[in-house]
């Protein structure tokens, strides 16, 4: 048993970070809006080639203490960041029940979703192809658990409210309040894993970035028409849902 736990630690270090470089290879170009296809990386700096020395996850960055080799100019340390965080997603989700159909479930919506903070994060841009993707793993799931017509009905009525609410507000402030993949973040969220996971989730990030933007406000950091992406804090929500449904549902509904 022990060696086996010693195996996953090993194998989600060495594939974990390799999957988190290749996520940061899909964060960068899908903000910048290149080609997926494109074999080579370059340095957003300078735009040199980057060699076999500049990409072994995390290594790299230690070795060059966060700077291109090239050009000498700061490396984001969102790379560091993403290349730690993966390995610790595919450890949790590996562990310990390894190659479960359930795990791999959790393992994929986790390093989408990874994906998915750190877009909105830098480009306010949830991409149409990774929440498609949730949405179809959401629909197999639902398919094999035979509760389909279920949360098919749930998400259809549940993006009607989100589209009418994002139309009134929209009206009210001028402004958009929230875009559309923040609505096919949360209906790809109730087809995997349920309603009461997705008012949750949407009820803890509706609070959570109400505070922060409150907050930012009060430091005059931005201003009441300065956009804040919703994504991330639909991202924290699904985390604290999944921590404290117990709590949240039977408050939310004040029964």
């Known amino acids: 048993m022990i060696y086996d736990t010693y195996l996953i630690i090993i194998l989600s270090l060495i594939f974990g970070a390799c999957f988190g470089s290749f996520a940061n290879m ?3 170009r899908l903000c910048c809006d290149q080609s997926l296809l494109r074999v ?4 957003p700096n300078c735009n040199n080639t980057l060699g076999l020395i500049d990409l072994i996850p995390i290594v790299s960055f230690l070795l060059l203490r966060g700077r291109c080799r090239c050009c000498k100019k700061p490396i984001l340390k969102r790379y560091l960041v993403v290349e ?4 610790i997603l595919f450890f949790l989700f590996l562990y310990p029940h390894s190659f ?3 795990n791999l479930h959790y393992l994929l919506f986790g390093y989408i979703i990874l994906i998915l903070f750190f877009t909105d994060l830098e480009s306010y841009l949830l991409p149409l192809p990774l929440t498609s993707i949730l949405v179809g793993l959401g629909i ?6 035979d509760v389909l017509l279920s949360r098919l009905m749930v998400a259809l009525l549940f993006a009607s ?10 009206h009210i402030y001028k402004q958009d309040t929230f875009g559309l993949g923040d609505i096919i973040l949360l209906v790809a969220i109730s ?5 009461q996971i997705c008012l949750s989730t949407f009820y803890c990030a509706v609070i959570l970035g109400g505070c922060y933007s409150v907050m930012l406000i009060a430091l005059k950091k931005r201003s009441r028409n300065d956009l804040i992406p919703f994504g991330p804090f639909i991202i924290i929500g699904i985390l604290c849902s999944f921590k404290f449904l117990e709590i949240a549902v039977p408050f939310l509904f004040l029964i």
Do not use: K
């Not at 730690?84 to 390995?87: A, E």
């Open 26 to 28: 899909l964060i960068y």
């Open 40 to 43: 080579r990386s370059l340095c």
């Open 84 to 87: 730690l965080l993966t390995p």
């Open 100 to 102: 479960m159909l359930l």
């Open 140 to 145: 197999a799931i639902s398919f094999l658990g």
């Open 161 to 170: 409210g989100l589209l009418a609410f994002r139309y009134i507000f929209n």
């Open 191 to 195: 087809l995997n894993f349920g309603w």
